[in-house]
């Protein structure tokens, strides 16, 4: 069965992009932010991150704060659900708020599971009006599909994928630290012959030629272009950003087919049971949040406030800029942005 890959719609998609492009171009521009954008993804260490859910009942909710107890039990972040002592409801959000009911606001109702990466969960930049899923309010930041109904076998290691993006993890097969890049066939088989099965998917020729992964994906049910396996698959992080070495234990390394990789087994598949944090997830945790005060970070962050002038009364912030500051503040201050 061909598998649906998750991904976020283009629009999300693009708008990082501008706006990673901006702060990459801010940070070699301006002195004391060169080290910075590695911070601006991740909430601030013991910040406490309020969840919120569209739609599903409460044993649905239940379910979801009790597979992300491995998450907060290895790190100095909480997740606070919003749980009624009295009547055991959790906390709701709808798609008429134009306040925060929630930084991370959960839904079933879209297809797939996603979710939008660390603090852009509020960012506002990547809010298009028209669309269900960004940064503001009223729309989704993590979507779980059919979770209030029938769940998968692997049910718990989807939940706990979906939260590790929303504390700015990335997928690990995008480690530029990792074997993936050079362990994809991203082309087709010399020679194949574009052929699908009774279900439109891209399949070997009557040769045995394979379809490459850019080939394979452009087909049902992904439908992706090549810039979106791009973005998707392709190694992303700058030389600054925060990853360790590559772990194919982690929950967050997904299993490809097998006609993906070039050798077999491939150092790129999965190992861990795709479950349970691995021991490298949950390293990378306490890299991220610590349970003791990260004065480095807060300097980094005080430094860069200052070089942009943060706080100061009528200063003309585009957007992106503004956000920029909203961020460092929070950093600083040890809030949620």
Known sequence: MARLFESLPEHIEAAVEVRDAWRRRVAAETAGLEFLVQDLSRWAPGAVLRVAFLDGDTEAHARIEEATRQITDACGIALDFGRDPATGAYRRWATTDTEYAAEIRVSFDQGGYWSLVGTDSTDATLADANSPIGGAPYQRSLN??????????????????????????????????????????????????????????????????????????????????????????????????????????????????????????????????????????????????????????????????STLGGGVEGAAFSPYRQRLVEVLTALVEGRVP
């Not at 299993?255 to 691995?278: H, K, M, V, W």
């Open 144 to 305: 779980l599909s059919g979770f209030d109904g029938i769940l998968p076998d692997d049910w718990a290691g989807t939940v706990r994928h979906e939260f590790l993006h929303a504390l700015a993890f990335k997928h690990s097969h995008q480690n530029m630290r990792g074997p993936c890049q050079d362990e994809f066939r991203w082309e087709d088989d010399e020679g194949y012959v574009p052929t699908r099965d009774t279900r439109g998917v891209f399949v070997a020729d009557e040769a045995g030629r394979r379809p490459g992964v850019y080939t394979y994906l452009a087909g049902p049910p992904n439908r992706w272009t090549r810039a979106k396996v791009d973005f998707n698959l392709r190694a992303q992080d700058p030389d600054e950003a925060v990853a360790g070495p590559f772990d194919s234990e982690s929950v967050m390394l997904y299993q490809f087919e097998p006609f993906f990789y070039r050798s077999a087994p491939s150092p790129c598949a999965p190992t861990g049971n795709g479950i349970d944090l691995s021991t490298g997830d949950i390293r990378g945790l306490q890299l991220l949040y610590p349970r003791a005060p990260e004065p480095d970070m807060v300097k980094r962050a005080s430094t860069a406030l």
